[in-house]
C-alpha cells in the first residue's frame, strides 16, 4: 500500500457503491475492460463474479474482458500484517468459466487462440471484446507482463468477424484492457506498456473495417482521443480511468435515434466507511501514493538531500 495509489482496501465497498449507481441507470448492458482483480487471485475473480451477479439482477447483461493483472498472474498473494504468501491464480480456461455468465456464455463467435469473443448486446450492434494481454508468458517469480499484443492468429479472426459484420450490417463497437490511440503526444516512448503493440496499424486496422469506437483502460485515466485515416474513416478510444482510483470514474454511453454517441462521466463520490468525505479521502490518499512511489524513484533529487 505504500507503494500505491489504488483504494485496494475500499476496494469492496467501492464496488458495491457502484452497483447501487448501475441499479439506477436504464442501461442495457454494462461493459469491463480487464483488471477485474488486483493480481488475478482465484478467490478475487469468484468474488467480483458474485458481485457482477447482482449488476444483472438490476436488469443489465454485463460482459468482461481480462486485463493484464487477471490471468496467470504468480503474483496472485494473500496479506496478513507484514507477511504476504502464494495463492492460486487462474488459467484462460478457468477465467472463462468464471465468467461464462459475463459474455462467453453469450457469445456468437470466439476466438481460439485469446480469450476475445463477439456479442450482440442489442440487435444489430455486435460488441467486439479484444484480449490481447501477454498472460501465456508470464513465469513464476517475474512480474506479469503488463503490455499488449495481439497474436497473429487474432488478429487475423478480428478481421474476419469486422468483415462478416460488415457484410451484416451490423454496427461494430469494441472494448480491450490496452489502449489503441496515443492519448498525449509521447505516450508511445515513454508509457508503451500502456498501448497495444502496433497500434498504429491496428487503429487504422480498425477504422478501415468500420469499429469507430473502442473502450480502453489499463492506464488509470480519463480521455478521450479520435484518429481520422482519409476524409470518412475515423476511429475513438474512450479510455476510462480505474474505479479504485480518485476520481473513482465510470461512464455512461448513450446512442441517440439520429445515431449521436454522447459520453458522460460519472464518478463514487461515497463509500460505507467514508459517507461525506469519500472524494476528499480519494484524493488524499492518490497525492500520498503518488509521493511515496516519487521518494523511492528519486529521493534525492525530490528532497534535496546533500548526496
Not at 465468467?99 to 455486435?126: C, H, K, M, N
Not at 461512464?251 to 439520429?258: A, G, N
Amino acid at each position: 500500500l505504500s507503494k500505491d495509489r489504488k483504494l485496494l482496501k475500499e476496494s469492496s465497498e467501492i464496488f458495491t457503491a457502484l452497483i447501487d449507481s448501475i441499479a439506477k441507470i436504464p442501461a442495457d448492458f454494462v461493459i469491463i475492460p480487464g483488471d477485474l482483480t488486483k493480481d488475478g487471485e482465484l478467490i478475487n475473480h469468484e468474488s467480483i463474479a458474485g458481485l457482477l451477479k447482482q449488476i444483472e439482477r438490476s436488469g443489465k447483461q454485463v460482459y468482461v474482458i481480462p486485463g493484464n493483472h487477471d490471468v496467470l498472474n504468480y503474483e496472485a498473494s494473500l496479506y496478513v500484517d507484514d507477511q504476504t504468501t502464494s495463492v492460486e491464480n487462474v488459467s484462460p480456461e478457468i477465467f472463462e468459466t468464471i465468467y461464462d455468465e459475463f459474455g462467453y456464455g453469450q457469445a456468437i463467435a470466439r476466438d481460439t487462440i485469446s480469450l476475445s469473443y463477439v456479442v450482440e448486446p442489442v440487435p444489430s450492434v455486435w460488441l467486439f471484446a479484444l484480449d490481447a494481454c501477454r498472460y501465456r508468458e508470464n513465469r513464476p517469480a517475474r512480474h506479469s507482463k503488463s503490455s499488449g499484443r495481439f497474436s497473429k492468429a487474432t488478429l487475423a479472426w478480428v478481421e474476419q468477424m469486422l468483415v462478416q459484420a460488415g457484410k451484416k450490417n451490423k454496427v461494430v463497437i469494441g472494448f480491450m484492457h490496452h489502449g489503441i490511440l496515443e492519448h498525449f503526444q509521447g505516450q508511445d516512448k515513454y508509457f508503451s506498456e500502456y498501448l497495444v503493440h502496433d497500434w498504429e496499424k491496428i487503429s487504422q486496422l480498425f477504422a478501415r473495417d468500420n469499429m469507430k469506437i473502442v473502450f480502453t483502460g489499463h492506464f488509470h485515466a480519463q480521455d478521450i482521443t479520435m484518429k481520422k485515416y482519409g476524409k470518412q474513416k475515423f476511429i475513438y478510444d474512450i479510455e476510462t480511468g480505474s474505479l479504485v482510483t480518485y476520481p473513482c470514474p465510470f461512464r455512461i454511453v448513450t446512442i441517440t435515434d439520429e445515431q449521436l454517441m454522447k459520453v458522460e462521466s460519472r464518478y463514487i463520490t461515497a463509500i460505507k466507511s467514508h459517507p461525506f468525505d469519500f472524494p476528499l479521502f480519494a484524493q488524499e490518499y492518490l497525492k500520498s501514493g503518488i509521493y511515496g512511489i516519487t521518494r523511492q524513484a528519486a529521493p534525492g533529487c525530490l528532497f534535496g538531500d546533500s548526496e
